[in-house]
């Protein structure tokens, strides 16, 4: 049933599996971040010290892995396109782990003001990020390669609502006290949106390894 | 002399063939007498067709496990629970109807072996499965799933997923849903939660209008007044209860003020607020504490819960009984406060152990309940007992982050809450 699994199909097999891993983890974490922005539980900011610790790990193994297989195995084709686009792959993920760590580190300053109005069209761009990055992450499990496409789309819509609320908060003018909370809004948005970019550069890279061609 | 010689050789030919004959004959029988008990029964019959049976046999237990692995396969495919198989490289080999269902698994098709992360990306899943492995026990997780499906809405599963170890560095996960039960209780909890909330405002009205009646009526109208509103407090106290538990249950962080107490000085307080009930009985307080022990809590709430265990301590107590209250603390090992109340009554029936946290469970109803009693004025029982008591003290206790016990001790038999709360 079985065809004969080469030692090569093998360290490809786990490579994978760990990129998976990791892409899981990042996904686990942004919507932790997400939890801790909209939903106020706190608590959950504390985990982030020993994630960012392992997503860091996992970061560093797989490109030393990749380094090896490439060296060693001297791989072609559609193999090398895998590998090198996992070495870009992994940098993203690991930005987003990053983004999301801030997240969560301004849901704790932003936790002493009152609930800005615009925090429900943030929280709708957050989730829409989030939806990208699952679908990306999908796309990498099945190597669907047409998933590029659609994802770009997906990321014109988060830009627009992006400059909306940038608007919104740029233009406010009955600002009583600190403007610290708009600050922090601004911030989180800017990640949001660079969250959503690596997303899609993600799904780019499984259209190229599938296709054999960036579109 | 040729003839003879012919003869010498043919019967020397002869001999070595029934030889041979005999030698694969027995081998024969040995692989027979190997593979079933019965051939040594027609050890009569010719090898060659006790070898032909026995093939045939063979054949038939091969078809008759076939058609019941089908049968077990079928089993499982249309089993309410999911089920995942996986080889030792977490590549998922196989998995049924249901767990592609709760896993959003469209694309899995039987016979392709793909990595198990490629379908579900969870890392919980992941790590569980991985410990299984490593440790080679049963582990039990719960945890939300968010299909990967769902854009933007976020509607999380709550599944439970048993993973056992299997040969050949092999796991099965068994995969249950436990969102409905999630609903459910909340459901459950909301309406009460509601009802209670319904109940409390014409409560208070009737309690006032009564109040008012009071003082312009004359006995013996004046008496039944007064029970009326005897009555109509204890069930504002009854819904006011409820409400706190559901609140505290809700969001405990929230419904804490911490400050600086003395543990000591707060267990005396309580005493002297139950003091008048104490007397009664004449009823001791015997108090054992090394030192003065502060710790971080809600000095109301943590009130209540002295209050309401004291007061249990001295309605089973009896006359002249005694009441032994222990604070110990390990300060630097753990960090943990532990009191502990027995009191000299007779403790808890064993049936009622399990239950005695739940809201409006009781103990032995002729202990606690009078109602049947008509010389007593009144309906509810007369010890105030709603059965809310011990329900509030733990939700305050768990919303500390500690924890509370009951059983009984183990030399004077009496009832024994052992509570255990954080320092900070």
């Known amino acids: 049933m079985l065809e004969r699994t080469t030692y090569f199909q093998k360290c490809l097999r786990r490579l994978k599996q760990d990129v998976l891993r990791m892409g899981a983890l990042v996904e686990d974490s942004f919507r932790l971040s997400h939890q801790c922005l909209f939903a106020g539980k706190l608590e959950l900011a504390q985990e982030f010290q020993s994630r960012e610790k392992r997503i860091d790990q996992y970061y560093r193994q797989i490109e030393e892995e990749c380094a090896t297989i490439l060296t060693l195995q001297a791989p072609v084709a559609k193999e090398l396109r895998i590998l090198s686009a996992y070495m870009q792959l992994v940098r993203d993920l690991e930005r987003i782990g990053d983004y999301a760590q801030n997240l969560t580190e301004m849901a704790v300053k932003l936790f002493n003001y009152p609930p800005h109005p615009c925090m429900k069209e943030i929280e709708e761009m957050s989730d829409f990020a989030q939806g990208m990055l699952r679908k990306s992450l999908k796309a990498l499990g099945e190597l669907d390669g047409t998933a590029g496409e659609t994802i770009k789309h997906l990321d014109d819509e988060v830009d627009n609502a992006y400059t909306k609320i940038y608007q919104t908060l740029a233009q406010q003018r009955n600002i009583q006290g600190a403007v610290e909370p708009i600050l922090l809004l601004a911030l989180a948005i800017r990640d949001l949106e660079r969250m959503a970019d690596h997303a899609t550069n993600i799904a780019q890279r499984v259209s190229y390894i599938v296709n054999g061609h960036r579109d | ?424």
């Open chain 2, 1 to 424: 002399m040729p003839f003879i010689q012919f003869i010498l050789g043919l019967s020397l030919g002869v001999g070595f063939f029934f030889w041979k004959q005999y030698q694969t004959d027995r081998q024969l029988r040995g692989m027979l007498d190997f593979l079933s008990d019965e051939t040594a029964e027609l050890a009569s019959l010719p090898v060659l067709s006790l070898v032909r049976r026995e093939v045939s046999r063979i054949f038939q237990t091969r078809e008759q496990l076939q058609l019941q692995l089908q049968t077990w396969q079928q089993i499982l495919e249309i089993a309410p629970i999911g089920y995942l198989l996986l080889d030792e490289d977490n590549q998922l080999i196989w998995c049924n109807q249901k767990a592609r269902e709760l896993l959003t698994m469209d694309s899995w098709r039987s016979g392709t072996v793909r990595l198990l992360l490629e379908f579900v990306l969870s890392y919980e899943l992941d790590r569980a499965i991985e410990r299984t492995r490593k440790s080679q026990q049963t582990q039990v997780i719960e945890w939300q799933f968010y299909s990967p499906k769902t854009n933007g809405k976020r509607t999380p599963l709550l599944l439970k997923a048993t993973c056992f170890p299997l040969p050949q560095q092999e796991v099965g996960v068994f995969l249950e849903n436990q969102q409905p039960l999630v609903e459910l209780s909340q459901s459950r909890h909301r309406a009460k939660a509601y009802l209670a909330h319904e109940l409390r405002t014409p409560l208070t009205s009737i309690s006032l209008v009564a109040e008012t009646l009071q003082s312009r009526l004359q006995n013996p109208e004046r008496s039944w007044v007064e029970r009326m509103l005897k009555e109509t407090q204890r069930l504002i106290e009854l819904v006011q209860n409820w409400l706190d538990i559901s609140r505290l249950q809700e969001n405990p962080q929230e419904q804490l003020q911490y400050q600086s107490i003395k543990i000591e000085e707060l267990i005396f307080s309580a005493w002297e607020t139950l003091q008048p009930l104490a007397q009664q009985k004449e009823v001791e307080l015997n108090y054992f504490g090394h030192e003065c022990v502060e710790l971080e809590a809600d000095r109301d709430r943590l009130t209540q819960v002295l209050l309401n265990l004291l007061d249990n301590s001295i309605k089973h107590s009896p006359v002249r009984g005694k009441i032994r209250v222990e604070v110990e603390t390990d300060r630097p090992k753990t960090g943990e406060l532990t009191i502990n109340i027995i009191d000299s009554g007779s403790g808890f029936a064993a049936a009622d152990l399990p239950h005695i946290f739940q809201r409006l469970y009781r103990g032995d109803p002729s202990r606690t309940r009078q109602s049947s009693d008509l010389s007593h004025p009144e309906t509810l029982p007369r010890d105030g007992g709603s059965g809310l008591g011990l329900a509030i003290v733990q939700q305050i206790i768990k919303a500390h982050g500690g924890s509370i016990t009951a059983q009984n001790h183990p030399e004077t038999g009496g009832a024994w809450l052992k509570i255990v709360l954080p320092l900070e």
